[in-house]
């Protein structure tokens, strides 16, 4: 089934060619990335880097190394992606849930900037769309552990849920095929609204109104990138679009904890006032949750709003998966920091609505019982009733 799985990120995913591959993974799924590396050689794709990353030995040097040491250390150094960028590689990222334990904010907000910072072109092709690339998650005993503490063969179960929530146990590549027909026909219904506002609350307390910039375009899990549909994120069940920077207003409440840099965030609001962030409270993770907010100028405002109905897969499978991949397209999700350029028809009017930031981090807000409520010229109609699309 591995073989399947790795089939369809490199085919049905990424689209790869004979194009060179940059893999990027932690080194506990290294038998993962040999099925990968086996496929794309047999596609004959002949230039493969892989860039393993070991969380153990990250966590030592995050606990002994001070912050100008740190700055110095390879470890967080992602020149690399640079380089493949310059070749139009393909880039086919591999993630699992980390945790962090007894890590100073600093050390952390700091390893995640020098991740972003060293690798500029890569980010800019990235927000550009104009390389393919793909993230997945890959089942681990850590992340199984997480998920199902104390069950027996744990990681075998994690891998089935994989399998059957990115529908590798058929046709994978058909079946994807059709479902992003399925969140294309519903970026086409509300690309041709074009609403000035969404409107969104719930009864945990949601109550937020965001402005959309003049043409601005909803994304399905699919992107053009170099004439083909690349699905950047896998499994995907979300449409999005880019927020206008300067006008968001009102309270959000998450739905679901947010893991970032392996530290748990939960039971977290945010107030916003002509765009940015305000005020905030979280029970858990808060310090982390600061760090997000002020990682630079604009990460506090809002680059991405994401619609993904409540009856989805993931959604239905009742877990919690601790992996933000997962738990945003188990949920409606707005991102702090940067916009996707895609979401606007490009120009200099609609580049300047839109946010930029060196971070771009999703949370979850989506509920049994949102509503979202479309706004066009004063004029509302409701999109999302009981947290599913309206048909």
């Known amino acids: 089934m591995q073989e399947k799985y790795a089939e369809l990120l490199l085919k049905g995913c990424l689209k790869i060619s004979n194009q060179p591959l940059l893999i990027s993974a932690p080194i506990e799924v290294y038998d993962f990335v040999r099925v990968v590396v086996k496929k794309a050689y047999e596609m004959g794709v002949r230039d493969i880097y892989i860039d393993y990353s070991d969380e153990v030995i990250k966590q030592l040097q995050l606990q002994n190394f001070n912050i100008d040491?740190?700055?110095?250390?390879?470890?967080?150094?992602k020149s690399i992606f640079d380089e493949y960028a310059k070749k139009n590689a393909c880039f086919l990222m591999l993630s699992t849930y980390e945790e962090r334990n007894?890590?100073?904010?600093?050390k952390l907000e700091l390893t995640a900037k020098l991740s972003r910072i060293t690798r500029p072109?890569?980010?800019e092709k990235q927000l550009k769309n104009e390389i393919?690339?793909?993230?997945?998650?890959?089942?681990?005993?850590?992340?199984?552990?997480?998920?199902?503490?104390n069950e027996e063969n744990n990681v075998e179960k994690l891998w089935n849920i994989i399998y059957d929530i990115?529908?590798?146990?058929?046709?994978?590549?058909?079946?994807?095929?059709?479902?992003?027909?399925?969140?294309?026909?519903?970026?086409?219904?509300?690309?041709?609204?074009?609403?000035?506002?969404?409107?969104?609350?719930?009864?945990?307390?949601?109550?937020?109104?965001?402005?959309?910039p003049k043409n601005h375009i909803?994304?399905?899990?699919a992107s053009d990138i170099n004439d083909k549909k690349i699905i950047a994120n896998?499994?995907?069940?979300?449409?999005?679009?880019?927020?206008f920077k300067d006008d968001v207003n009102g309270v959000v409440y998450n739905s679901k904890p947010l893991v970032y840099n392996g530290v748990l965030i939960d039971d977290f609001m945010l107030k916003?006032?002509?765009?940015?962030?305000?005020?905030?409270?979280?029970?858990?993770?808060?310090?982390?949750?600061?760090?997000?907010?002020?990682?630079?100028?604009?990460?506090?405002?809002?680059?991405?709003?994401?619609?993904?109905?409540?009856?989805?897969?993931?959604?239905?499978?009742?877990?919690?998966?601790?992996?933000?991949?997962?738990?945003?397209?188990?949920?409606?999700?707005?991102?702090?920091?940067s916009a996707y350029l895609e979401c606007v028809q490009i120009s200099e009017d609609a580049f300047n609505q839109i946010n930029k930031s060196d971070n771009h981090v999703d949370f979850m807000f989506g509920t049994k019982d949102l509503k979202v409520i479309g706004i066009k010229d004063n004029i509302e109609e409701v999109i999302m009733e009981n947290g599913n699309f309206i048909k």
Request: proline share 3%; net charge neutral.
């Open 69 to 77: 040491e740190l700055k110095e250390s390879s470890l967080w150094n």
């Open 102 to 106: 007894d890590i100073a904010v600093s």
């Open 121 to 123: 072109l890569f980010k």
């Open 132 to 149: 393919a690339w793909t993230i997945a998650s890959v089942a681990t005993k850590t992340w199984a552990n997480k998920m199902f503490p």
């Open 166 to 212: 990115c529908l590798v146990k058929d046709d994978p590549i058909k079946a994807w095929q059709e479902k992003i027909a399925n969140t294309e026909r519903k970026a086409k219904v509300m690309n041709e609204k074009q609403y000035d506002y969404l409107y969104l609350k719930n009864k945990k307390g949601t109550n937020l109104k965001i402005k959309l």
């Open 218 to 221: 909803w994304v399905s899990g």
């Open 234 to 243: 896998l499994p995907t069940e979300e449409i999005f679009t880019a927020p």
């Open 272 to 337: 916003f006032e002509n765009g940015k962030v305000v005020d905030f409270k979280a029970k858990q993770g808060y310090e982390t949750l600061k760090s997000i907010i002020e990682f630079d100028e604009n990460s506090n405002k809002l680059g991405e709003v994401a619609l993904v109905d409540y009856n989805s897969p993931i959604s239905n499978s009742k877990l919690v998966f601790y992996e933000t991949l997962y738990d945003e397209n188990a949920s409606c999700h707005l991102a702090l920091g």
